[in-house]
């Protein structure tokens, strides 16, 4: 493998931000502002950011560290659905599931909610990346789940919107609440298609919740009538990645909050956040193909150089036979000046010496062209040879990743808004 630079940071956090209704929303949001300042994310997904009010807050706290953003607008109080980027977001797009609860079951909420998945298209350097946040229908009770099919039916949707527009990506992120536990049919549903790898259960180096819970009893804002029988917690928030043919990706580490925020009285939401450390790097073959090709094109050069040689050869024989020709010519003609003086060298030899010398000029003639048509060949490969290497050595010395847009940029205080800065 062949690393490409740094690694990609990748938060993920249900906000739980419903104003009005959930404790200390106000608080929470400024907490979550201060610390995604802090710890500078390259990408931050965001679910259950209700309030477009709150979203806005968030992208002027956040528009130094994470200048690009976009909140995905759906349903009667929207998809709840926001995301943050140290790098540029290219293309947006918002996928609202066909199904998402009743609209007479009020008090759960879920279908006045729009559920959806957003999908961002990014630029990573030189490199294409899709990114996925979404957040699926709630389990308001294991035993007797009536909202089963309609989940399933959107981990479905979710895996088909997911193959579908991510074809041609080179990295691939999807992270929110799926409210699903592992193993879960609509997890494995969605993992099996995609191809998605779980972060949790690809690093070796995990800092968080035991079993990577991400909704836990030791959370002040969680009753444990609502884990029903899970004492300790569940796993419904993940982090979920894929590489492509190219580049592979590999998780160094992972991390969650454990339920409390040191020197606040409460924590940032319901859930737990997640952090994953993503590590970009080319597939091993590339750097396998560059010693192939750096080879193939050693042995081109050495051709050349042959046919050259060979070339200049046919031309000095050439000459020479050329030469002879010239001579017996002149002997030839030796006679006629001479007024009628005899030919000195027999007939025969005379003959069998023009032979000779015609066939060595069209001899030398046809290795001529046979050797200007091999180098020409010799050279046109070559010439492919040193623009392919260039380009894989080119990939060899790494996509390098975007810095942040914040080196040279003005605070929000001193910058007054440009008519063409886009929502993103």
Wanted: charged share 20%; aromatic share 10%.
């Amino acid at each position: 493998m062949v690393p490409l630079g740094d690694s990609v940071r990748v938060f993920s956090l249900n906000c739980w931000g419903i104003r009005y209704l959930s404790k200390h929303c106000r608080q929470r949001y400024a907490m979550i502002g201060d610390m995604l300042c802090k710890e500078e994310h390259d990408i931050v997904l965001l679910q259950e950011v209700w309030s477009e009010k709150d979203y806005l807050f968030l992208k002027k706290k956040l528009a130094c560290s994470h200048p690009h953003s976009h909140y995905f607008k759906s349903g009667v109080i929207g998809s709840g659905l926001a995301i943050f980027s140290k790098h540029r977001i290219h293309d947006t797009f918002l996928y609202r599931y066909s199904l998402n609860g009743y609209p007479y079951m009020a008090h759960h909420g879920d279908w006045f909610g729009g559920k959806a998945v957003g999908m961002a298209v990014l630029s990573i350097g030189s490199l294409t990346a899709n990114v996925y946040v979404t957040h699926l229908h709630a389990e308001y009770c294991r035993e007797k789940d009536s909202y089963l099919p309609h989940r399933v039916v959107q981990a479905w949707e979710l895996q088909q919107f997911v193959r579908h527009t991510s074809a041609g990506a080179d990295v691939v992120i999807l992270g929110g609440d799926l409210n699903m536990h592992p193993q879960d049919l609509g997890n494995r549903l969605l993992m099996s298609y995609t191809g998605l790898r779980d972060s949790y259960l690809e690093t070796d180096k995990f800092d968080g919740c035991e079993n990577g819970l991400t909704l836990i009893a030791d959370n002040a804002f969680i009753s444990k009538k609502e884990l029903g029988p899970f004492e300790e917690g569940i796993r419904i928030d993940y982090i979920l990645f894929k590489g492509s043919s190219k580049l592979e990706i590999f998780c160094d580490s992972m991390s969650t909050t454990k339920g409390s925020v040191p020197d606040y009285p409460f924590p940032y939401s319901d859930h737990e956040a997640l952090t994953a450390e993503l590590r970009l790097e080319l597939h091993t073959p590339v750097a396998e193909l560059v010693d192939i090709v750096t080879e193939a094109r050693t042995e081109v050069k050495v051709g050349l150089h042959c046919a050259e040689s060979m070339r200049y050869t046919a031309t000095r024989t050439a000459a020479m036979g050329l030469a002879l020709l010239f001579l017996e010519l002149f002997i030839a003609a030796v006679p006629w000046l001479a007024l009628g003086a005899e030919q000195p060298f027999p007939r025969t030899s005379f003959y069998l010496l023009a032979v000779l010398c015609f066939a060595i000029l069209l001899t030398t003639s046809l290795l001529y062209i046979f050797y200007t048509m091999e180098l020409k060949s010799l050279q046109g490969a070559e010439d492919q040879m040193r623009l392919a290497l260039g380009s894989l050595q080119e990939k060899l010395r790494g996509f390098p990743l975007a810095q942040p847009h914040n080196a040279q940029r003005k605070s929000p205080e001193n910058q007054e808004p440009s008519a063409f800065d886009p929502e993103e």
